[in-house]
């Protein structure tokens, strides 16, 4: 198995813009998580699904975040309008049993300008 | 509110060398504790997993503990060797989620 996948590897984007990160789950696991990567705040989970259901997402940070799952194979977490401080590494992770055991993608680091 | 804390924030030693890394917790309610490696530019990956009725996991050389009493975690690592570099994050699962720790950055010196 590829493992999770995700794409871009980096994004360079301007204040304002919108930006779409992207991931792909490993092929049969039912949970997929997104977090975020600051030096500040460190690794913080943003949302979960189960079953393509979001199940929690209390970690995301405000009315600019969303994130989707429209099928057990992809997801996507969306920020618009983009901000600098939203410059962060973003990663996806799946699982096939919960959050014990997570499997994590390479990230996507994004940096505003 | 679950704090997670690992000190030190960064170590480096001398190949060879035995070390121990630490991870404090203010919620002892969690269920279990996972020590994670992350490698610059790469996702994390789980080392090892210690269930709340455990007290110790070992993988190879290295061990990790769990002291719910005391909200303390340690990991272990013997014989440390170069290709041990890397960040280590510890997470408490509570809630149905992982809360991690800011990670300790290791460099190990040939």
């Known amino acids: 198995d590829a493992g999770v996948i995700q794409s871009p590897r980096h994004e360079v984007t301007e204040m304002g813009q919108e930006v779409t990160l992207r991931c792909k789950p490993i092929?049969?696991?039912?949970?997929l998580f997104w977090y975020r990567q600051t030096m500040m705040r460190g690794l913080e989970l943003l949302i979960y699904f189960n079953n393509n259901v979001p199940i929690d997402d209390s970690g995301m940070p405000e009315d600019r975040f969303s994130a989707k799952m429209p099928n057990a194979s992809f997801s996507t977490l969306k920020i618009q309008p983009s901000e600098p401080r939203d410059s962060a590494v973003y990663f996806c992770?799946?699982?096939?049993?919960?959050?014990?055991?997570?499997?994590f993608g390479p990230g996507t680091r994004l940096t505003v300008l | 509110k679950q704090e997670v804390t690992q000190i030190p924030a960064a170590l480096s030693v001398p190949e060879g060398e035995n070390l121990v890394l630490n991870c404090s917790f203010t919620?002892?309610?969690?269920?279990?504790l996972q020590w994670f490696r992350q490698d610059p530019g790469k996702g994390l990956t789980s080392l090892l997993l210690i269930q709340s009725s455990q007290r110790e996991q070992t993988s190879g050389r290295l061990n990790a503990s769990l002291d719910k009493s005391s909200g303390r975690s340690t990991l272990y690592i013997a014989a440390s060797q170069p290709g041990d570099s890397a960040t280590y994050l510890c997470?408490?699962?509570?809630?149905?989620?992982?809360?991690f720790g800011q990670g300790t950055e290791l460099s190990v010196k040939p």
């Open positions: 997470a408490g699962g509570q809630g149905g989620k992982l809360i």
């Open positions: 992770a799946s699982s096939l049993t919960g959050p014990d055991t997570q499997y």
């Open positions: 919620d002892s309610a969690i269920y279990n």
């Open positions: 092929s049969g696991h039912d949970y």
